[in-house]
Nanobody, 116 residues
């Protein structure tokens, strides 16, 4: 079955970096667009970035442009979100997702907390 497992979250000081990973199985990873979302309690989940099958990525949040880079490794069936120059407002649960076999699948999320 389709599985997405995020990892790499944690507590980091403002200005620091984290690299999130989304390890997948159960589908042909290289054929699917992958996306990263984030959610703060009480707010809607928001799209952070999309990683195309070609490997190119699109950042959808103006607030992360120039700081976050989304990528993928098709050999490892894994998507990444490199987050640099982190700010307290980046604190959220980060999710990876894909749409395959007619439905959308989500990982369990990984908590990112930016605080001094």
């Amino acid at each position: 079955q389709v599985q997405l497992v995020e990892s790499g979250g944690g507590l980091v000081q403002p200005g620091g970096s984290l690299r999130l990973a989304c390890t997948t199985s159960g589908f042909t990873f290289r054929l699917e667009v992958m996306s990263w979302y984030r959610q703060v309690p009480g707010k809607e989940r928001e799209l952070v970035a999309i990683i195309l099958t070609s490997g190119g990525s699109i950042n959808y949040l103006d607030s992360v442009k120039g700081r976050f880079t989304a990528s993928r490794d098709n050999a490892k069936n894994t998507a990444y979100l490199q987050m640099d120059s982190l700010k307290p407002e980046d604190t959220a649960v980060y999710y990876c997702t894909c749409n395959t076999s007619g439905r959308r699948y989500w990982g369990q999320g990984t908590q990112v907390t930016v605080s001094s």
